[in-house]
Structure formats: C-alpha cells, structure tokens
C-alpha cells in the first residue's frame, strides 16, 4: 500500500512540474496540435511583362491570281520568317504585340498565252504588325500547352515586276499594299529556367492581297496583277523571357 501511495505521489509531482514549466513559456510559442498546422503556401504562377523571339518557316498559300489575261497556274513558294514581341502575363491569361517578316518570296502566274514559261513573275516580302492574346491551359511537369487569336496589318512590298507579254516588263517602282491581317495559333511552352521559356506552335496567318504593278518608263502602259486572298501556315520555334 505504501509503494501504490508513493507510485501516485510522484506522478502528480511530475504533471504538477510539467505544467509549472509550460505555464513559464509564453502561449505564442506553444507548437500548435498537428490538427491546426497552417496549410503549405500556395505556389502563385509567373506573372507580368515578357519579351518574346520566333523563327519559323512559312508555308504560303495563294487564292487566285486577278490579271488580264487570266492565269491558269501560279506558283507562290515557301519562305523562312521571324518575329519579336513585347507581352504581358497574367496567371493563364497572355496579350503581346509582334511585328513578323516574311524572306522575299519569287511569284509566278503562267497564262494560256505563255508558251514555255511564266508570263507574270515578282518579288514580294510581307511584313505584319499583330496584337495576339492567349490562354495558357494549365501546367504539367513544366509544360503549358494554349490557344490564342491576333489581328493587325499587313505589309506588302512588290518589286521587279514582269510581264513579258508588254515591251517593258520592269516595275517602275516598287508597289507597296497594305491589308488587314488575322491569325489563329496553338501550341506548347516549357519553361526551362524561372526567367525562360521555349515554346513550339503552329500558326495560320491571312494576309490579304498583294498588287504587282509595271509598265514603260515615265508611266504610260501600265500593267497590274493582284495576288488574291494570301495565307501561309507557319511552323514556329521561340524563345520568352520573363522580367519577373
């Protein structure tokens, strides 16, 4: 009886001293139950203002050609291009302006009057100036993919026109049109450090027409083509770097 006495003594004594020893300490510092632990912080996604670069290679795409007389067949070749652009950044919504250049493509139209070759040929480039927005589609294992639309203007420089059906077949000048331009877009982003990402994507981009225009020097017999409805559908590699 004495032990059970001494046994129940000295467990008291021991929880009184504990407690003694917890009350000295002030509440704030107290370890929270495990039930009570503050949840991790969340991981907010990258966000703000971005400068973006693309290459890529253009394969281009032509309506109809508008020229008296008519072509019959036209041969509109595939160029390299490359684009740059300032963006901006917010959790899954992007916008960005990009100006593109399209490489100097050689055009032809053969008519039904032409024997053994084109009797219309020219130099086109293509510039366009696009306000795009985007929406990223979520992230997995550092990969966005995301969709995105743009509208602008194009820019079309026409020189060394040729019409070997009129005596004088250069252009006099360059012939410069200017259109409304669309585009659609998707593709996919991997962000490779916290500051940079590549992004691979696919892209269709309306141009509008071109107009090639000649004649003999001082003006007189002017001759005109229009190169109808031009498109190309892009395959595009390029590079952002976010400022923050």
């Known amino acids: 009886m004495a032990r059970v006495k001494a046994f129940v003594t000295a467990t008291i004594a021991t929880l009184a001293l504990a407690a003694t020893a917890r009350a000295a300490d002030a509440p704030a510092s107290w370890p929270p139950p495990e039930f009570e632990q503050p949840a991790p912080p969340l991981t907010e996604l990258v966000s703000g203002w971005y400068l973006r670069g693309d290459i890529g290679y253009r394969y281009n795409e032509i309506g109809f050609v508008e020229s008296s ?45 032409a024997v053994g070759q084109p009797q219309y040929s020219d130099r086109i480039d293509v510039f366009t100036a696009l306000a795009n927005v985007y929406l990223d589609l979520g992230t997995w294992a550092g990969f966005t993919p995301y969709v995105g639309g743009g509208a602008g203007i194009s820019y079309f ?88």
């Open 157 to 244: 420089r026409s020189r060394d026109y040729v019409n070997t059906a009129m005596p004088v077949g250069g252009s006099v000048d360059a012939v410069k049109t200017q259109n409304f331009a669309w585009a659609w877009m998707a593709g996919l982003s991997y962000q490779v450090m916290p500051n940079w990402l590549i992004d691979v994507g696919y892209r269709y981009l309306d141009l509008g027409d071109a107009i090639s225009r000649g004649g003999s020097p001082g003006g007189a017999s002017f001759n005109e083509t229009i190169w109808k409805d031009l498109s190309a559908q892009e395959v595009r590699f390029g590079v952002r770097f976010l400022f923050d």
């Open 69 to 113: 007389p008519p072509v019959v067949s036209h041969d509109y070749g595939n160029v390299p291009a490359a684009s740059f652009g300032l963006g901006y950044k917010y959790h899954w919504f992007r916008t960005d302006l990009t100006v593109d250049y399209g490489a100097q493509i050689l055009m032809h139209g053969t008519t039904a009057a």
